[in-house]
């Protein structure tokens, strides 16, 4: 379904805010103290989820568990009942999006949106951008066991994936969290307009595009999985045999590249910051733990549309070295060779360059420490504390793969 012919039943529809006016004002009053909580939780979900959310392809269930439904009522100070009767008050909301989240009856996917509003008006964009991804991991959950009835095969979703052209998101952001990220994003950039408004069918409008747009990006894949099904298409996963007719097909240097970036930049955007690897960054260069993590936190928040730059150009320039294959990224090797590409004097290698230039700029823009000192020893010490943290992020994240 389209904005358009939403629009036309929203707009048909009365003015209805019964879900507004009894909900959200919970959540205005709870959420100043309880949002951490809220954000907590979907950290750890995705922490406990990792392996299947950062796959290639949609190969293993999701499963989002009552339990995990049930903590977001506590967080806005109401019991799941109370949220369950204002809903079967309402009398304008066409009452089958309901099925949308059967279990919980719709109530666990409203509350998420109303949260979603809040974040939007007080203009906290992370904490907005990590609650329209829970939502959207929600809807994918329950919708994976209809476009997958039976669990799908490794071999064949492989080459589907391989073999899939770069219209599709999963090709683009090569992870299944990236990939629902911005399907989810797109959604709720387009209907933003309706969370504003807030009247009920406009909510629930809202609520039936996420959900049609989660559908639309598995059912794409499952048309091209279960046509490759039927042909015989695989792609081996078993054996060490690298030829075409075992369908063995290995990754070349750019899609690593995109790959590993795309893994990297959301660990560290979606997760936050790894404490363990900023004490390792700090000590190493002989700085105050507490100031890279200022730092870095800053970078996450004003400069996060660059982190995927950083990082590629790190690879980039490692998998250019003479030897340097994907899988020594895992290794010690890894670590070496980027500390002598950061001491590289003389150099007139562009992307040396650039990458010096983003992390001057950034430690200039988002490190206190960096601008309040005049001694270069302790400027050059911060940013490559950064620049190391960015390097062990990598190789951390090469490990999973």
Not at 33 to 56: C, V
Not at 95 to 101: A, I, M, T, V
Not at 193 to 207: A, C, K, M, P, W
């Amino acid at each position: 379904m389209n904005k358009k012919s939403i629009d036309d039943n929203a707009y048909l529809s009365d003015k209805n805010q019964d879900l507004l006016d009894n909900i959200y004002p919970s959540i205005e009053k709870n959420f100043p103290s309880r949002s951490n909580s809220h954000q907590s939780d979907i950290r750890r979900y995705i922490d406990k989820n990792n392996e299947i959310l950062f796959a290639t392809g949609p190969v293993y269930r999701l499963y989002f568990s009552d339990d995990e439904r049930s903590k977001i009522f506590s967080h806005i100070g109401m019991r799941k009942l109370q949220v369950d009767e204002i809903i079967k008050k309402d009398k304008t909301v066409d009452k089958s999006w309901y099925e949308l989240d059967p279990q919980f009856g719709g109530s666990f996917n409203l509350v998420c949106a109303l949260i979603i509003r809040y974040y939007m008006l007080h203009k906290m964009q992370k904490q907005l951008e990590n609650t329209v991804l829970y939502l959207a991991l929600s809807t994918y959950s329950g919708r994976h066991f209809k476009s997958f009835p039976y669990l799908p095969n490794e071999n064949i979703m492989s080459y589907t994936i391989n073999n899939l052209s770069n219209k599709y998101k999963i090709k683009q952001y090569g992870t299944i969290i990236a990939a629902i990220k911005d399907t989810a994003m797109v959604c709720h950039n387009t209907y933003t307009d309706y969370l504003e408004r807030g009247t009920d069918v406009l909510i629930n409008s809202y609520l039936y595009a996420l959900h049609t747009r989660i559908a639309g990006f598995l059912n794409n894949i499952a048309s091209e999985y279960y046509k490759n099904k039927e042909e015989g298409n695989y792609i081996n996963l078993e054996k060490d045999d690298y030829s075409e007719e075992n369908y063995h097909i290995t990754d070349n240097d750019s899609f690593v590249i995109s790959r590993l970036s795309n893994n990297v930049t959301n660990q560290i955007l979606v997760k936050g910051i790894d404490y363990k690897l900023v004490k390792l960054s700090a000590n190493m260069c002989q700085i105050s733990v507490t100031s890279l993590q200022k730092a870095l936190q800053n970078i996450i928040e004003n400069k996060n549309k660059e982190i995927a730059k950083i990082i590629s150009l790190i690879i980039q320039l490692y998998l250019d070295g003479e030897g340097n294959t994907p899988e020594s990224i895992a290794s010690k090797r890894f670590v070496e060779y980027c500390l002598e590409i950061y001491v590289k004097s003389n150099t007139n290698d562009k992307s040396i360059l650039e990458l010096r230039a983003l992390l001057d700029n950034w430690m200039k823009d988002c490190s206190e420490d960096y601008v309040k000192t005049n001694r270069m020893a302790t400027k050059n010490n911060l940013r490559k504390a950064f620049y190391l943290y960015m390097v062990f992020s990598i190789q951390k994240e090469a490990n999973k793969l």
